[in-house]
């Protein structure tokens, strides 16, 4: 896969995206990572990117030109146009579908706003546009980042093991089960028995149910619309016990 970016800050990427995970994704070549600097495409001594809002009121917007000359010549430089993606607050919220719907681009460029945001007529170049939360950052860059690093996880061979994506957190519209490694008894808190029993079967049911609990206490928003049978949900709306 091919990520570009567009930004008043290119430097801001290079030390997460060449470290860990992402580093590795791209010496494997699953990644082809480039962050472009919007200046670049700026005509003037002063290489402006902003200027005042029409109609008053505070801070500075980011001009049309040099993002339209930007995506238009980022997007000709190669075959395949990209997925081109905004961010604005006013996005639609970005969560785990949406990381799995774009880890099948081959090539996705996001445009990252900064000061106050960006003239609407932008918005045009846009295929969509995403918000990492609700809360107001200074700048697209970390959204960029975050965005790319949920998405690139999920291309079959960044992550060591190929189940490891599959049995985690909103997989199925469910948290992960709770998990635990050595020591089996630390500061007097010990793992749940079933866990050390080398019940295969066991561990499953165990893990099964809590998920569900969990989900259940932490996100029950999340519960309409999880992947559960028929007697899991019965359980759950008696407020069942999950645990035997
Ligand atoms: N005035 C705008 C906020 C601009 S913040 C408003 O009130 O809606 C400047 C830039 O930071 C935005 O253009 C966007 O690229 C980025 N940004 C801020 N918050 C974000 C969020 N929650 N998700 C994604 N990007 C965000």
Known sequence: MRIE???VFPEVFAPYMDASMMGRAQKKDLL????YDLRDWTHDRHRTVDDA?????QGM???PEPIFEAVRDIASRQEGRPHVIFFSPCGKRFDEDVARRLSHEDRILFVCGHYEGMDERCYKLADETLSIGDYVLTG????AMVVTDAVVRLIPGVLGDEASAEDESF????LEYEQYTRPAIFEGMAVPDVLLSGDHGAVDAWRRANQIERTARWRPDLLAAANL?????ARLEDGGEWYE
């Open 5 to 7: 970016t567009l930004s």
């Open 32 to 35: 082809d990572f480039e962050s």
């Open 171 to 174: 997989a199925g519209n469910l």
């Open 61 to 63: 917007l980011m001009k």
């Open 140 to 143: 697209g860059e970390l959204a």
């Open 53 to 57: 809002p029409f109609g008053g009121g």
């Open 229 to 233: 049978t028929a007697e899991e949900r």
